[in-house]
């Protein structure tokens, strides 16, 4: 599955990178990196639960 960020509501609070550190990451200067933005297999599981724990929306998993 795919990641797609919406950056405009991104706000870079890292609350995605806690919850899935090997997809997500907050630079120093506030902006989300995806390190993968396509996951499968366990990997999935922590990028849903960062999806539904994303403060402002700014997250969704596609086919
Ligand atoms: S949790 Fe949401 S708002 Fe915060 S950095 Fe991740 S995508 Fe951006």
Redesign the pocket.
Known sequence: MKVV?DRVK????????SLAPDV?E?GDDGD?VLLADLVSGSGIEAVEQ?VA????E??RLTE
Request: hydrophobic share 45%.
């Open positions: 960020v991104c706000t870079g609070l890292g609350i995605c990178e997500f907050v989300l960062a724990g994303c403060p402002t700014a997250l």
